[in-house]
């Protein structure tokens, strides 16, 4: 797990050569409480770094999840279209939302630890 | 400021509940989440803590001065009964939705905590007395199809709206969830035996996260978002509680407004999607402009719900919603969301 790396916005991505896995961290996801929609973007959609991509629907409030770095999307968590409390339940396993090729790398993420203490 | 806690809190903090403030007080939130204790109040029994709420003692000889003030029969109905009214201003708006507890000396009358201070200051306007007994009490309310079979060991059980009491407790098979139950008050000092006897027969805790999901698909409205003091009965579509025929603080503009006079109309919506359509949402139909002043997720509809007010009567039932700069459809819904 140790590269698995945070954003302040609360996103974490594991890099691998080029490519990216995106998900929310488990302290956004017991922030958000119960989810039960997301909007996926679609294979092939570029984003700049910090832009919007996946809108999480929570029952107490919605939120977004931003990219990374720039990137371009190769794959999307469909699991989630029917299953999105697998985000509650697993939000750095299974509950996944997108796979991206990297545009621009930019490998500025926390650590765990140090995500830790910011949250904390 | 240092938010309020309740008597509880305690136990709260013991069951690693998650906290949200409320006004001015610190209330749980959730404690397994707020699904499965929407799920637990619709198929078994959970509790919830509302003790933020106020509890005000009324002597019986104080009702003709209270029915001045609201829009519902009070002085008729039987001394045993629970009553949902609502106090009205001058312009016949909302002060605040309030039950009502009948009792053979006296009433309790339980406002909701955002308004206990607004109320306690209308009622002693209008030479009401009272003794405030919200800090010496705390109010559970216990609602699920089990509930009542889990405690008739301990309480009596009313029929449906209706109260009773034993040496320890006030209480009334009233709630806030379209289940059925009880609201029980208790003095503080009684309050862990309480607790302590619920948890023991399997009820379990729920916050308030599920009592907002389990209230909008009950088709209920909260104050502060379906009601506010720029709001009648007649436009929140209340009607029902209408029942006082005498003269009351606002009855003049709640009467022209039955009688035909065109307002503003509070309408339930459906979206047949899991998308929320949240507080301050632009919604149209037809021609008209509404503004969504509660949506979430119905789990046992599993689609999107909640209540939009309109200008003035919406000639579609069909409304197209501005979510987040996508136009999403949905329906005006004019029965319960739950049959």
Redesign the interface.
Known sequence: MSDIKYLETHEWYLMKDDEITVGISDFAQNELGDIVYVTLPEVGQEFEKGAAVVEVEATKTVADAYAPMDCTITAVNSQLETEPETINNDPCGDGWMFKAKVNTVDDSGMSYQEYETFVS | MDKKTTQLHKYHLSQEA?FIDFGDWSMP??YE???KEHDIVRTSSGFFDVSHMGRLEIQYTEIEKISKLICSEIVDIPSNKALYSIFTNADGNALDDVIFWKFNDKIILIPNASNLEKIKSHLVAHNVEFIDKSPDTVLIAVQGPDTIELIQDRFEIPDKFSTNYTENFLYARTGYTGEDGVEIMANNEDAESLLTFLTEKGVKPCGL?SRD?LRLEASLPLYGFELTEDITPVEASLNWTITNENEYLGSNRINDQLSGESHKVLKKFTIN????A?TETVGIAGETKGLVTSG??SPVLNKSIGFILFENMPSHDLIEFDI?GNLIEGNIVNKRFLS
């Open positions: 998650k939130f959730s989440g707020t699904l996260g999901t999607s899991r998308k929320i949240r979430n997720f987040r």
